[in-house]
């Protein structure tokens, strides 16, 4: 499969990286792609969750033991069905083995408070529901709001090899509630026996272009959206993935750190390793000590994550005389990677003998995840790099499909095959992102400002809704954050904007502070110095508050919207 846009004019060459223009995209659902290694690596490790190496030939056995048992339960092409879980084996047999059915994935945030699971669940029709054990309580909460007819509780245990197997239970699961069959709850094991008795004959080879998976949007701007994403949308983005690394992703190994609820996470860190015949080491809780301790001890090829765990990783001392060498690719993505912070973690990296520098990405949820990234061999300060293969971008100038100049700022559209198929129940915003140009394609408004050059790179500059307008000015949070982590007392830092009476808004700055210094008279006025040298007077903050800590969303990303 092939996807054209023969008259879109593209500035670029493809020799940053000697990735090539267009790429043949499989014809086949998520899993028919992925078992193709069933025949060339049957017994290469496909997954690795706390130490159990999982074979590609055992997870296809998994996938399709899930397939049938979902049949029983009800289960058809089109059905939604809510996946609430960490990275854990389970979460990968019941996203294939929907898929082997030709039913959607609903993958969601198994920490989600109880009204945002009741808004899932409604949103996206969900008449079953997966979790872990430890979830159960929250889920028939869940249940109380708004009924379904059957929950499977599935257990980290089952996954683990002798003697953690029996640590597990002993320390963990014997504390928590039993399911209730009562109330419709299945524990996994019952969960598989009940689809011992169906055949084969129930998997089909659904057309790739249909609904395969369905991920929400972070609501960090506007209202939640269930994202529909399509069999080749994932497929498309694994290949142009594996195009985009330069190095061999066949038989690496990649920290799957990233939640497999997240775009990033599932189509990244899972999707594109298991199509490409690599393994994905499942991190089921991430925190900072035990992330440099598997770093340690697997070797992974490639490691992928938000600025914050970039972050967390420099100011901490568990890698110290780490050699990270076996490094192939480092990516950043889901937020903004400032400046200061990819310089910090280069050298973390070099310092560490690492061959690799960091490469910015770009992406949305609404084409999967990345869609674009910095060549390996090119850099330019501030960019997030060039498109994917077969994926073009054009800025516009903002609420039209006018074309601007190069260098000009506007708002990001791409086309291409990894972009949604739409939203859920929000017609109206499906009609304002996806929008038929003159050129006769449907491009997806992305609501992000940014800038490309004559050679076809990417400036991402910030949401627009994020944009503050003060006094008539126009003063972007991104850029100014930037300056204010360039000062060395700063770690990070969040602008917002304030309503004020007379400037409509007013600028104000919260900082973390770089270990070593305190909130005193002179550091803040040190800040505020090095702001004044490096900010115009209109944009400069009015108000600098120092804090311990910023809050993050459930991803990673710094919550502006609960610091207004």
């Known amino acids: 499969m092939k996807f054209t846009a023969d008259n879109i004019a593209t500035p670029w060459l493809s020799s940053y990286g000697e990735v090539p223009f267009h790429l043949d995209y499989s014809e086949k659902s998520m899993v028919d792609t992925v078992y193709e ?3 060339t690596d049957p017994d290469f490790p496909s997954l690795i969750f706390m130490g159990r190496k999982i074979s590609f030939s055992q997870m296809a056995e998994q996938i399709d033991r899930v397939a049938r048992s979902f049949y029983a339960l009800g289960v058809r092409p089109g059905t939604r069905v809510l996946v609430c879980m960490p990275n854990v084996p389970q979460a990968i047999y019941c996203l294939y083995g929907l898929n082997r059915l030709g039913a959607v994935a609903t993958m969601v945030h198994p920490l989600s408070a109880v009204g945002e699971l009741v808004f899932y669940m409604n949103e996206a029709q969900c008449d079953i529901a997966v979790t872990l054990d430890q979830f159960y309580t929250k889920l028939m909460e869940v249940k109380q709001q708004r009924p379904y007819s059957h929950l499977i509780i599935a257990r980290v245990s089952d996954e683990l090899s002798w003697p953690l197997s029996w640590a597990q239970r002993l320390t963990g699961e014997r504390k928590l509630p039993k399911p209730d069959s009562a109330q419709g709850a299945i524990d996994w094991k019952t969960f598989l026996e009940g689809g011992e008795s169906v055949s084969e004959d129930v998997f089909v080879h659904k057309d790739p272009t249909q609904e395969a998976v ?17 069999d080749l949308n994932f497929n498309a983005l694994a290949r142009q993935t594996e195009a985009m690394c330069h190095k061999e992703v066949r038989h690496s190994k990649m920290l799957a750190a990233m939640p497999v609820f997240h775009g990033f996470g599932l189509g990244v860190c899972i999707h ?8 994905s080491i499942l991190v089921p809780r991430f925190n900072v000590k035990s992330y440099a301790k598997l770093i340690r001890r697997t070797q992974p090829n490639f490691i992928a994550g ?78 997030i790099g060039l498109p994917y293969p077969d994926t073009y971008f054009k800025i516009c100038k903002v609420g039209s499909q006018e074309e601007v100049p190069y260098g000009e700022e506007g708002e990001i559209c791409l086309t291409g095959p990894s972009m949604m198929l739409g939203y859920i129940n929000h017609e109206e915003e499906n009609a304002s992102t996806l ?35 003060t006094s008539g000015y126009n003063v972007y949070p991104s850029q100014l954050e930037n300056i204010l982590e360039g000062h060395p007392a700063v770690q990070r830092s969040c602008v917002i904007g304030v309503p004020d009476p007379l400037k409509m808004q007013r600028v104000k700055a919260f900082v973390v502070l770089a270990d070593g210094y305190a909130d005193t008279p002179e550091v803040r006025e040190s800040i505020m110095e090095h702001c004044r040298q490096h900010i115009a007077k ?5 108000e600098l508050e120092i804090r311990d800590s910023l809050p993050t969303t459930l991803v990673g990303k710094v919550a502006y919207t609960q610091l207004q």
């Open 37 to 39: 290694n069933l025949k």
């Open 538 to 542: 209109y944009a400069m903050p009015k």
């Open 272 to 279: 594109t390793l298991q199509v490409c015949g690599g393994t």
């Open 214 to 230: 369905v991920l929400f949007s972070g609501g960090t701007t506007g209202t939640t959206k269930g994202i529909r994403l399509s």
């Open 306 to 383: 938000v600025p914050t765990l970039f972050e967390a990783i420099t100011r901490n001392r568990y890698l110290d005389g780490a050699n990270l060498s076996c490094l192939r690719g480092v990516f950043s993505g889901g937020d903004s990677l400032t400046i200061e912070l990819k310089k910090k973690f280069d050298k973390f990296l070099a310092d560490h003998k690492a061959e690799v520098r960091v490469r910015e990405g770009y992406g949305t949820t609404e084409c999967v995840t990345a869609c674009c990234l910095t060549p390996y061999n090119k850099e330019k300060e501030g960019s």
């Open 435 to 469: 929008q038929k140009h003159a050129d006769g394609h449907v491009w997806l408004h992305t609501g992000d400002l940014g800038v490309m050059d004559g050679e076809g790179f990417v400036y991402f500059r910030q949401r627009i809704k994020r944009m503050i307008i």
